[in-house]
Protein backbone atom coordinates (compact mmCIF):
# COMPACT_ATOMS: atom_id res chain seq x y z
CA UNK A 1 0.00 0.00 0.00
CA UNK A 2 1.44 2.93 -0.80
CA UNK A 3 1.24 6.22 1.21
CA UNK A 4 0.28 9.84 0.26
CA UNK A 5 2.92 12.01 -2.32
CA UNK A 6 3.40 15.53 -3.13
CA UNK A 7 5.54 17.14 -5.52
CA UNK A 8 7.78 19.48 -6.19
CA UNK A 9 9.03 18.79 -2.78
CA UNK A 10 10.16 22.67 -3.17
CA UNK A 11 9.07 25.57 -5.17
CA UNK A 12 10.63 29.33 -5.35
CA UNK A 13 7.81 31.62 -7.47
CA UNK A 14 7.77 35.58 -7.98
CA UNK A 15 4.62 37.26 -6.99
CA UNK A 16 1.73 37.45 -9.51
CA UNK A 17 3.04 33.94 -11.06
CA UNK A 18 0.80 30.96 -10.89
CA UNK A 19 1.83 27.80 -8.98
CA UNK A 20 0.29 24.06 -9.40
CA UNK A 21 0.68 21.79 -6.66
CA UNK A 22 0.14 17.52 -7.12
CA UNK A 23 -0.62 15.13 -5.00
CA UNK A 24 -1.02 11.54 -5.32
CA UNK A 25 -4.06 9.69 -3.26
CA UNK A 26 -2.96 6.89 -0.71
CA UNK A 27 -4.78 3.48 -2.55
CA UNK A 28 -8.46 3.03 -2.10
CA UNK A 29 -8.95 6.39 -0.34
CA UNK A 30 -11.66 9.13 -2.90
CA UNK A 31 -11.38 12.15 -0.87
CA UNK A 32 -8.50 14.46 -0.83
CA UNK A 33 -8.07 17.71 1.20
CA UNK A 34 -5.60 20.34 1.39
CA UNK A 35 -4.34 22.33 3.54
CA UNK A 36 -1.92 26.08 3.66
CA UNK A 37 -0.08 25.57 6.85
CA UNK A 38 1.86 29.19 7.26
CA UNK A 39 5.41 29.22 9.51
CA UNK A 40 4.01 28.66 13.15
CA UNK A 41 0.45 27.91 12.37
CA UNK A 42 -1.30 24.91 12.81
CA UNK A 43 -3.07 23.99 8.89
CA UNK A 44 -5.61 25.77 7.71
CA UNK A 45 -8.45 24.22 5.39
CA UNK A 46 -8.21 25.36 2.00
CA UNK A 47 -10.98 23.39 0.20
CA UNK A 48 -12.00 18.93 0.05
CA UNK A 49 -12.59 16.81 -3.23
CA UNK A 50 -14.53 13.51 -3.26
CA UNK A 51 -15.30 11.93 -6.47
CA UNK A 52 -13.88 14.30 -8.28
CA UNK A 53 -16.16 17.24 -7.13
CA UNK A 54 -15.44 20.24 -4.76
CA UNK A 55 -17.50 19.16 -1.68
CA UNK A 56 -16.13 21.69 1.00
CA UNK A 57 -14.44 24.74 1.22
CA UNK A 58 -12.63 27.14 3.66
CA UNK A 59 -12.05 30.71 3.83
CA UNK A 60 -9.79 30.91 0.93
CA UNK A 61 -10.21 33.61 -2.35
CA UNK A 62 -10.94 31.96 -5.98
CA UNK A 63 -7.62 32.12 -6.62
CA UNK A 64 -6.82 28.82 -5.00
CA UNK A 65 -8.71 25.91 -7.27
CA UNK A 66 -8.41 22.62 -7.50
CA UNK A 67 -9.11 19.26 -9.53
CA UNK A 68 -9.34 15.49 -8.80
CA UNK A 69 -8.82 13.46 -11.22
CA UNK A 70 -10.29 9.51 -11.70
CA UNK A 71 -7.73 8.35 -10.35
CA UNK A 72 -8.20 10.45 -7.12
CA UNK A 73 -4.83 12.11 -7.77
CA UNK A 74 -5.13 16.10 -7.28
CA UNK A 75 -4.07 19.34 -7.92
CA UNK A 76 -4.28 22.58 -6.37
CA UNK A 77 -3.34 25.58 -8.25
CA UNK A 78 -3.08 29.25 -7.11
CA UNK A 79 -2.78 31.61 -9.48
CA UNK A 80 -1.60 35.53 -8.83
CA UNK A 81 0.63 34.78 -6.11
CA UNK A 82 0.78 36.50 -3.38
CA UNK A 83 3.63 36.94 -0.36
CA UNK A 84 1.34 35.23 1.99
CA UNK A 85 0.90 32.39 0.12
CA UNK A 86 4.30 31.71 0.91
CA UNK A 87 3.02 27.74 3.05
CA UNK A 88 3.67 24.61 3.09
CA UNK A 89 0.50 22.89 1.51
CA UNK A 90 -0.45 19.59 2.40
CA UNK A 91 -2.70 17.38 1.39
CA UNK A 92 -4.49 14.60 2.98
CA UNK A 93 -6.31 11.54 1.57
CA UNK A 94 -9.29 9.81 3.35
CA UNK A 95 -12.37 7.43 2.50
CA UNK A 96 -15.25 9.40 3.55
CA UNK A 97 -17.40 6.81 5.70
CA UNK A 98 -20.83 6.83 7.39
CA UNK A 99 -19.13 8.28 10.69
CA UNK A 100 -15.46 8.42 10.79
CA UNK A 101 -12.84 10.39 9.40
CA UNK A 102 -9.31 10.05 9.43
CA UNK A 103 -6.59 11.29 7.03
CA UNK A 104 -3.15 10.69 5.76
CA UNK A 105 -1.12 13.00 4.93
CA UNK A 106 1.67 13.92 2.39
CA UNK A 107 4.48 15.50 3.79
CA UNK A 108 3.69 18.51 1.99
CA UNK A 109 5.58 21.18 -0.72
CA UNK A 110 7.25 24.27 0.51
CA UNK A 111 6.10 27.15 -1.65
CA UNK A 112 8.31 30.50 -1.40
CA UNK A 113 7.16 33.40 -3.12
CA UNK A 114 9.25 36.23 -3.52
CA UNK B 1 -17.43 28.59 16.42
CA UNK B 2 -15.90 25.25 16.21
CA UNK B 3 -12.30 25.47 17.26
CA UNK B 4 -9.07 23.76 19.04
CA UNK B 5 -7.25 25.82 20.95
CA UNK B 6 -3.34 24.43 22.36
CA UNK B 7 -2.30 26.74 25.13
CA UNK B 8 1.37 26.09 25.23
CA UNK B 9 3.18 27.00 21.96
CA UNK B 10 6.46 25.64 23.32
CA UNK B 11 7.25 23.69 26.00
CA UNK B 12 10.48 21.67 27.41
CA UNK B 13 11.12 18.75 29.08
CA UNK B 14 13.86 16.77 29.83
CA UNK B 15 14.50 13.21 28.99
CA UNK B 16 12.88 10.59 31.05
CA UNK B 17 10.39 12.88 32.41
CA UNK B 18 6.77 12.33 32.06
CA UNK B 19 4.63 14.33 29.39
CA UNK B 20 1.28 16.52 28.88
CA UNK B 21 0.34 18.56 25.92
CA UNK B 22 -3.06 20.49 26.44
CA UNK B 23 -6.39 20.29 24.38
CA UNK B 24 -9.12 22.48 24.73
CA UNK B 25 -12.08 22.16 21.96
CA UNK B 26 -15.53 24.47 21.32
CA UNK B 27 -18.00 22.07 19.41
CA UNK B 28 -21.48 22.18 19.87
CA UNK B 29 -21.32 18.20 19.75
CA UNK B 30 -18.33 15.76 20.69
CA UNK B 31 -16.38 15.85 18.15
CA UNK B 32 -13.72 13.22 16.74
CA UNK B 33 -10.39 14.84 18.28
CA UNK B 34 -7.22 13.53 17.13
CA UNK B 35 -3.47 14.24 17.96
CA UNK B 36 -0.74 14.25 14.79
CA UNK B 37 3.15 15.04 15.09
CA UNK B 38 4.81 16.96 12.75
CA UNK B 39 9.01 17.19 12.28
CA UNK B 40 10.70 19.78 10.86
CA UNK B 41 9.20 20.32 7.30
CA UNK B 42 7.16 17.27 7.12
CA UNK B 43 3.92 15.92 6.99
CA UNK B 44 1.54 15.16 9.80
CA UNK B 45 1.66 11.93 10.84
CA UNK B 46 -1.20 10.70 12.97
CA UNK B 47 -0.66 9.66 16.37
CA UNK B 48 -3.95 8.53 17.75
CA UNK B 49 -7.91 9.47 17.42
CA UNK B 50 -10.74 9.23 19.84
CA UNK B 51 -14.05 8.70 18.07
CA UNK B 52 -16.47 7.20 21.11
CA UNK B 53 -15.99 4.81 23.82
CA UNK B 54 -13.32 4.71 26.34
CA UNK B 55 -11.62 8.16 27.12
CA UNK B 56 -8.23 7.02 27.25
CA UNK B 57 -6.86 6.34 24.11
CA UNK B 58 -3.32 4.38 23.19
CA UNK B 59 -1.22 5.55 20.22
CA UNK B 60 1.75 4.90 18.69
CA UNK B 61 5.37 5.59 20.12
CA UNK B 62 4.23 5.31 23.42
CA UNK B 63 1.52 8.37 23.57
CA UNK B 64 -1.91 8.08 25.25
CA UNK B 65 -4.69 10.41 25.73
CA UNK B 66 -7.57 11.26 28.21
CA UNK B 67 -11.15 12.92 26.64
CA UNK B 68 -12.49 14.87 29.49
CA UNK B 69 -15.89 16.09 28.29
CA UNK B 70 -16.27 17.97 31.60
CA UNK B 71 -13.57 20.14 30.68
CA UNK B 72 -13.79 20.13 27.08
CA UNK B 73 -10.14 18.75 26.55
CA UNK B 74 -8.23 15.99 25.12
CA UNK B 75 -4.54 16.27 26.42
CA UNK B 76 -1.73 13.64 25.32
CA UNK B 77 0.64 12.25 27.62
CA UNK B 78 3.57 9.96 27.84
CA UNK B 79 5.00 8.96 30.86
CA UNK B 80 8.91 8.85 29.79
CA UNK B 81 10.12 11.12 26.69
CA UNK B 82 12.77 10.51 24.54
CA UNK B 83 14.86 13.04 22.94
CA UNK B 84 13.60 11.50 19.40
CA UNK B 85 10.01 13.35 20.61
CA UNK B 86 11.39 16.28 19.81
CA UNK B 87 8.75 17.59 17.33
CA UNK B 88 5.66 19.70 16.60
CA UNK B 89 2.33 18.49 18.10
CA UNK B 90 -1.13 19.22 16.91
CA UNK B 91 -4.63 18.41 18.33
CA UNK B 92 -7.56 17.98 15.76
CA UNK B 93 -11.51 17.91 15.66
CA UNK B 94 -13.85 17.69 13.29
CA UNK B 95 -17.93 17.30 13.69
CA UNK B 96 -19.49 14.19 13.77
CA UNK B 97 -21.34 13.54 10.97
CA UNK B 98 -21.04 15.72 7.80
CA UNK B 99 -20.85 19.52 8.24
CA UNK B 100 -24.47 21.34 6.17
CA UNK B 101 -21.93 21.11 2.96
CA UNK B 102 -21.75 17.55 3.28
CA UNK B 103 -17.94 17.63 4.07
CA UNK B 104 -16.15 16.60 7.16
CA UNK B 105 -14.11 19.53 8.04
CA UNK B 106 -11.34 18.91 10.43
CA UNK B 107 -9.99 21.84 12.15
CA UNK B 108 -6.38 22.45 13.55
CA UNK B 109 -4.77 23.80 16.98
CA UNK B 110 -1.50 25.87 16.44
CA UNK B 111 0.63 23.01 17.40
CA UNK B 112 2.98 22.70 20.73
CA UNK B 113 6.28 22.90 20.07
CA UNK B 114 8.26 20.22 21.98
CA UNK B 115 11.64 20.48 22.87
CA UNK B 116 13.73 17.32 25.19
CA UNK B 117 17.10 18.09 26.60
CA UNK B 118 19.80 15.73 28.12
Known amino acids: ETGVTQSPTHLIKTRGQQVTLRCSSQSGHNTVSWYQQALGQGPQFIFQ???????GRGNFPPRFSGLQFPNYSSELNVNALELDDSALYLC?????????????FGPGTRLTVT | AQSVTQPDIHITVSEGASLELRCNYS??????LFWYVQSPGQGLQLLLK??????LVQGIKGFEAEFKRSQSSFNLRKPSVHWSDAAEYICAGAPTGFDSGGYQKVTFGIGTKLQVIP
Open chain 1, 49 to 55: YYREEEN
Open chain 2, 50 to 55: YFSGDT
Open chain 2, 27 to 32: YGATPY
Open chain 1, 92 to 104: ASSTILASRYEQY
